[in-house]
């Protein structure tokens, strides 16, 4: 019974176009708050879009997890080509977003391993070369004093250590955390991750923390900044019909966990 009023709501927030009074409202305010609720705001927006236009809306914050070294390529705010996909980032957009287009396309695509600070960390742990001889000291000598060069240096081989001792941890106990309010929107997040429309997971953003993982080939958990919009829809139908025999390969995809528990 709940289940069917809860189906005529979404049903009239579809017709009234409720969605477009959000988009309004958020446009109207965005710019006037705090980041930290600017990015809870949109990524609340995300979710409620989510709901109204699909059946099987992910969780904005819940974490999947990923193997790092199964990670080929990334889809970033800009290319090294310079070309942008047109998802927001997670301080202007939020978690969760869902976007269809050509954005999963090979153009927006960059190599892993060509991404300056992931290729530094293999370099450094990987093949053992000196900070100073990685490809990332030539960008950040220009730009730091150093001092504080070396302490980014020892901070990234002390997380090095700890991730290799200890595992790798959470930002933050739970999947569900939402940042607070003291704290930098990026530093109580996970590495983030896009999912193309064939289910396709390309990084997006944490460069030191995947670049370890990477190198120590860990299983780590990541946060979803986009879905693709054919994604999305593919995950209603295995929600509505479960996994077609076709297509039992997906059976472990990260993003179909939810669905198929």
Request: proline letters at 4%; aromatic letters at 12%; glycine letters at 6%.
């Amino acid at each position: 019974m709940a289940a069917r009023y809860i189906r005529s709501a979404l049903k009239i927030f579809r017709e009234k176009n409720f969605v477009e009074i959000f988009r309004l409202l958020d446009r109207i305010f965005f710019n006037r708050l705090m980041p930290i609720y600017r990015f809870k705001i949109r990524t609340l927006k995300n979710s409620l879009v989510n709901h109204i236009y699909y059946d099987a809306p992910p969780h904005p914050y819940k974490n999947i997890f990923i193997h790092a070294n199964k990670i080929q390529h990334s889809i970033g705010s800009k290319t090294i080509d310079g070309n942008t996909p047109p998802f927001q980032t997670v301080k202007s957009g939020g978690l969760s977003q869902t976007k269809g287009g050509n954005w999963d396309s090979a153009k927006y695509r960059t190599n892993i391993e060509e991404l300056d600070k992931v290729k530094a960390i293999i370099q450094h742990f990987d093949q053992e070369s000196e900070w100073e001889n990685t490809d990332l000291h030539k960008y950040y000598s220009n730009k730091y004093c150093d001092d504080v060069l070396k302490k980014k240096y020892d901070n990234l081989d002390q997380l090095f250590r700890n991730i290799k001792t200890e595992g790798y941890k959470q930002r933050h106990e739970g999947n569900h955390h939402r940042p607070g309010k003291n704290q930098p929107v990026r530093d109580q997040l996970e590495v983030l991750v896009s999912i193309g429309r064939n289910g396709g997971i390309y990084f997006y953003e944490g460069k030191h923390r995947f670049g370890i993982a990477r190198v120590l080939d860990l299983k780590i958990p990541a946060q979803v900044i986009c879905r693709h919009k054919q994604w999305q829809e593919f995950r209603d139908k295995i929600h509505k019909n479960g996994l077609p025999n076709r297509q039992q390969k997906l059976q472990d995809h990260p993003d179909l966990q939810d669905i198929l528990d």
